[in-house]
């Protein structure tokens, strides 16, 4: 394998490092860094760049080395540190290669990589938001080689403040039974140390800390306090050191000195008798808790939607059937949401799910029972694909069903072995009204997401082109560089032949790989949207037996063309890899059967849009919802109530947005929505999208729907007060013409005044049209 560099500074061959129990966690998204910023635990974070992943250019077909194994082959002492600190910090590793400088890790202000981030301080409140944050430090990367002074540095970065240590007059028994008492109170449980220690230790500031808000106390006692001898023997303590959990004075439990020894034995220790409350923390993110329980990266199928999902679609799925074990396992598997990962920007269009057997269980032993099986596609006629049967392997898991079902993807690339293949198939793919794209390289097979891209766009035709080892006569005619082992270029028609749009003169679309960054499914993906966006592409002559007349459409028209979003619906209609515009209208969707409300006319507005959307071939799924009453998913956009009406195309998998500003019509929707496809309108992340909630009755939001009507009881008036503007400014002007002829123009000072004069009457008439354009 090749040496990839680490940080630009320095190779690192990609040794494989052994397994360490506890992995480095990634931070993936900016929802990852939001729960730690909102965590009372310590989190130490090394940011890094590498290389976006692995090119297709690349030689041998060996897996790349993950950043944390990069990380712990730069810093060999690493992995100990992680183990003698497991528990009290969690370490975790941030690839600034993969996330946007706006989205994740912006807030650092990091001057060079790598960097040591450490999260420690307690969080607080933003008064604004409501939602929990705290600051992060800089340390200095070189601790990283020095395990003592780092191990020191994060032990005393963990909070104290959630242990209370009874000391002097108040370690007495009295004083604790009080504190008993009150807890009882507040239904928390009191977990007390006993110890021969001066001072709580790390580890257990570290589980009081996990623990603040699960209605545990946490309370230490040195055993040579005064009082501690008391204390003991009346909760029959024999020896040091000693965990005592106290409901009340009468009712407690007394752990051996077994559980005191790891952070492991102590939190399991403890847990049972914690409580999941709504707290603070819980309901401003969620409940952290419910959040670890429910799959994030897992999409489970019910028996109802598994045929029309997954054997209906146009995708390799990978589906696991999960038995109660396994399904609990997955929850907080890392190797599943790296997986997709990989499976995204390798090849595109191989999906991945899940079906529990529990409750499923027809469904699952149509399948054979637990286990992972792959559901290929193969070609169908006029290049198209369709459903094969499912392979017949039983796979163990995810990552060994991988490469037979990436094997599987449909092959619709044509390969060209010399110059003289070339004018041909241009030509067939004009015929075809395709966009034909040419794929240089000097790997001997096609790669996959390769593969994938005629399968991709359904909504438009792709003719792919392979040449494998092109010789540099080849690769000059298309502006290729002689050394380039990778390169793809898409040829675009640059003048138009009315007589035969098929033919014509073509340009040369070239991917750079460096504003574009490594050749990625992904990326790829991107680049050709923009290159259908961006430059003229021959269209069917005649639309096809679905295409939509674009006028009239009725009501029935324009639900199939923009169905509304609910709660219920919002996975299906704008999830996954689909690039949805929603429609932010404001008022009750009750409203939208009279065809002369503002609802309904808002609402064809938009289906018009997507009509013709739709024969453009864009790939838009259209929404939407009412806005008013879905108020914070409308803010999340940067929608307020008086933005509305408008729209916003937002990308679910790729956690990113961008919001029409301006007036609310067809033409100035249609001119967004094409600049969105060719970038010249950027998109911004989004850090959460808060979940829709029920719908609003007609009484709610009724206050906002005053009808339209009402704004033209008035035009009468307001035409009379502009007749009598424009009537006043006539008469000021023909005054002043008046007095500038009669002025006489004697002396040079009289000129000069003359001109101040002008002057300020001509900046009065400016401010007075002013008046014209209102």
Known sequence: MRLRPLLGAVCLSAVAWPHHSAALETVASAADLAAIERSTKVHALVVIRTNEGKDISDDDDDEPPSPDELITTAYPDLPDIEKDLAGLVTFGVVDMALHDKTSVGNQWQLRKLPALVVYQEVPKENPYTGKLYRAAITADV???????????????????????????????????????????????????????????????????????????????????????????????????????????????????????????ALKSFVEPFATQKGTKRETSEGDKTNEKRKPKFVRFFSGSEFDELVLHSDVVWIIEFMDAQREQQVLDDEEWKKTLTELHRKAGVVAVGAVSCEKEVELCERYGGPGVRAFPLEPSSGNKVKRAEVLPQMFTTIREAKEVAIATIPDHTITITSSADLNPFIALARENRALPVLFFTSRKSTPPMIKALPLSVPTQKIMVAVLYDADEEMKKQFLIEASAKTSLVCLVPTRANSEDPTSGQFGIVPYKKESMGSYTYPNIMQFILQVFAQYPHPQDAEPESGAIDVSPLDLASAQSLVPYMTKENIADLCGGSRICVIGFLEDHVDTVADPESRLAKWWMTLAHVAAQSAQRREPFQFVWMNGKCQKEFAEAFGVGLFQMPTLAVYAPSKQRYATKVGAFDEESATVFLKSVLAGSISTAPIKSVPQLSDECSLDEIQGVAIGADDATEDDGDMDDMLREILSDEKQQRDELEKELKSEPKATEKSKKKKRKSKKKKSKKSKKKAARDEL
């Not at 021969?196 to 570290?206: D, E, F, I, L, V």
């Not at 003991?232 to 000693?242: F, Q, S, T």
């Open 142 to 264: 070189s601790m990283l080689k020095k395990p003592q002074k780092l191990k020191k540095m994060l032990k005393a970065a963990i909070p104290t403040q959630f242990v209370h240590e009874l000391a002097g007059d108040e370690a007495t028994w009295s004083v604790l039974t009080q504190l008993v008492q009150e807890n009882a109170k507040e239904l928390k449980t009191v977990v007390l140390l006993i110890s021969k220690q001066r001072h709580a230790s790390p580890m257990y500031h570290a589980v009081a800390a996990e623990f603040n808000d699960a209605g545990l106390s946490f309370v230490f006692l040195n055993r040579d306090e005064k009082g501690a001898q008391e204390v003991m023997e009346l909760l029959e303590v024999d020896a040091v050191p000693a965990l005592v959990v106290l409901k009340s004075m009468t009712d407690h439990v007394v752990s051996s000195a077994e559980n005191v020894k790891t952070y492991g």
